[in-house]
């Protein structure tokens, strides 16, 4: 996911999604999952052939978890899992919990430019995580980060046993 970040704001959108859109987000979750897949041996297909993302209902019933939808000239690009209050560390603002950019979006600065309106709408303290292994996704926060002059102190943790890299910084 390392991406131009020359894109017009005008074209992206962060967009809330609602129960009703629920069923089109389990679809592109599948999809995410299956890209994760290459990383977490843990993540397998169920009996009907779709991966399943565990809790996902609560997105729909709790105020500190937040779907969104990144909307690229009024097509769905990909999806923000957001979280706040009791969904993150003592010490933390907000979490990226997922992000996902549909491959005929990526290196567009879709993905850049949707998380520079989630930063410019949520201001606090963040911790991002990737898998260790997945070096497109590190890459690509490394790159966000340098790109917006971000300051961020980086560790290493392990989730769900296995082994991520984690930023936590400021906006």
């Known amino acids: 996911m390392v991406e131009d970040y020359n894109m017009n704001f005008k074209e992206i959108r962060l967009e809330r999604i609602g129960i009703e859109s629920k069923a089109k987000l389990e679809n592109i979750i599948n999809l995410y999952l299956h890209d994760l897949s290459e990383f977490a041996a843990d993540l397998k297909i169920n009996s ?7 809790g996902i209902e609560l997105y729909f019933k709790s105020e500190d978890l937040n779907p969104y939808f990144i909307v690229y000239k009024d097509e769905v690009a990909g999806f923000i899992l957001f979280n706040t209050g009791r969904y993150v560390p003592k010490d933390i603002d907000y979490v990226i919990h997922e992000f996902f950019i549909l491959k005929g979006f990526r290196n567009k600065g879709v993905g850049s430019a949707a998380i520079r309106i989630l930063l410019d709408k949520y201001k606090g303290k963040y911790k991002i995580a ?4 997945n070096k497109t996704a590190v890459n690509f926060w490394k790159k966000f980060y340098q790109q917006q002059g971000i300051n961020y102190i980086e560790a290493e943790e392990k989730i769900d046993d296995i082994d991520a890299i984690i930023q936590i910084f400021n906006v």
Do not use: L
């Open 130 to 133: 990737q898998i260790a292994s």
């Open 48 to 54: 009907e052939g779709k991966f399943e993302y565990e």
